[in-house]
């Protein structure tokens, strides 16, 4: 996708570096960082330079990449694959991508273990491309579908950022916008605001804004009032995690747009690929969710009147806050999942339906 007309992934590979855009300076300043060993990508997804379920399994696999390029040796491997596995707990995809990697190093001679590594991240990146691109061209039919009975503007309230930020290209919750936009089809994104970190104002009302598509940033509460007076004719978020019956873990808040949804009638769709499918866990409060440092409560950042980025205190100095960052939808309140398949309901049922 594009920042200023140039187009740009999330994340590249270059000279023996690891390439990153900096998500932490976003809106404000546009920074490519350099990840130069596995404790430099460990941090890049432990202090969300990079974040998304996606992008995290892929800075995930060229850490274990860098980890080769730095020591190879099979012991060192072993604990950067374990500690990049604990950098974040709740998005499944960092998991799977560790694991996908170390199953196809298993056994692999010294000579030849970087080339392999390097092609199966690569591999991974690509593979997540091409997932994004056909959530968008599924979810496409949808936005058609209302777009067809409406006759005007679609009006499409999304929650934190699932764009393409979020993963390597396209995004998944803003696959099918980018894909109705690119076919002339008239939309405009309610984006939440998503406190704490405001995912939804700095980054998904940012890359909205370069592609040229309608967007009102709202606050976090300010959906249901918008999903009562008509004004919604959709939702679409993104997941961290959807188990194998349906349920969907996504950022903190998702929950309360999908019980709005559910009282007003408005589609609730979870767009997703298969790498974000947790088979294992049967029960969702058996899924950890990551609790982060209280001070993005306490604490906004923000340009000054010197165009410089600085960050105040809004709380009492002695109120205590806690920090949960996700929460879980049960699949009851989701309408379908959009994967790169297909759409199927939110069931073991629909989703063993695609994926056998």
Known sequence: MRIENKSYRTIWFENNLVKIIDQTKLPHQFVIKDLKTVKDAINAIKTMEVRGAPLIGATAAYGLVLSIIEKNDLSFLKKSSEDLIASRPTAINLKWAVDRMMKKLHGVNDKDILRIALDEAKDIVEEDVSFCKNIGLNGLKIIEEISNKKKDTVNILTHCNAGWLATIDWGTATSPIYHAHQKGLKVHVWVDETRPRNQGANLTSYELNEEGIPNTVITDNAGGLLMQRGRVDMCIVGTDRTLSNGDVCNKIGTYLKALSAKDNNVPFYVALPSSTIDWNIKDHKQIPIEERNSEELSHVEGIDKNNQVTKVR?????????????????????????????????????????FQ
Do not use: Q
Not at 326 to 346: M, N, Q, R, S, W
């Open 314 to 354: 809004i709380y009492p100095e002695k109120s205590k806050s806690m920090n949960l960052a996700f929460d879980v939808t049960p699949a009851k309140y989701v309408t379908g999942l959009i994967t790169e398949k297909g759409i199927c309901e939110a069931s073991e049922k629909g989703l063993k339906g695609l």
